[in-house]
């Protein structure tokens, strides 16, 4: 990505905070590198721990965490994280006393079950979700 493009989408993240996740998405999904990947045909990033990966000097690493982080002060009640991935992120919206119930849904069966594995909470649910044809 050329420094062009990367001022371009921060300048538009500024001007609309709302929209300032779906860009840093963008900027993410187009820096992020073999490594990490939990497999599954997309983007994984495989997070065990997310107190040692908040003090991880990888840029794609504290973007993932910074957006939950910031999620985590606007949510309540009944939540679904589409596209939750490793499940880290569902993980730690789950401690938020605010959820009542918190879903984390994704494409790949090989996430969810990774997601089943290493993270669990009374509260929390990982489920697989196969789109319509």
Known sequence: MNKKTLV??????????????LYAFQLISRLTTEEGRAGGGGERLVIKDFIKAKNSKNFVTLAHIQRYEWCS?????????????????????????????????????????????????????????????
Request: proline fraction near 3%.
């Open 73 to 133: 002060t606007l949510i309540k009640g009944i939540v679904l994280d589409a596209g939750c991935g490793s499940g880290y992120g569902t993980f730690f919206l789950a401690k938020n006393s605010n959820i009542e119930l918190i879903f984390g849904i994704d494409i790949s069966s090989q996430a969810i079950n990774f997601a089943r594995k290493y993270f669990k909470a009374n509260k929390l649910y990982f489920c697989r979700w196969m789109p319509a044809n």
């Open 8 to 21: 371009k989408l921060l300048l538009k993240g500024l001007k609309n905070p709302v929209k300032a996740s």
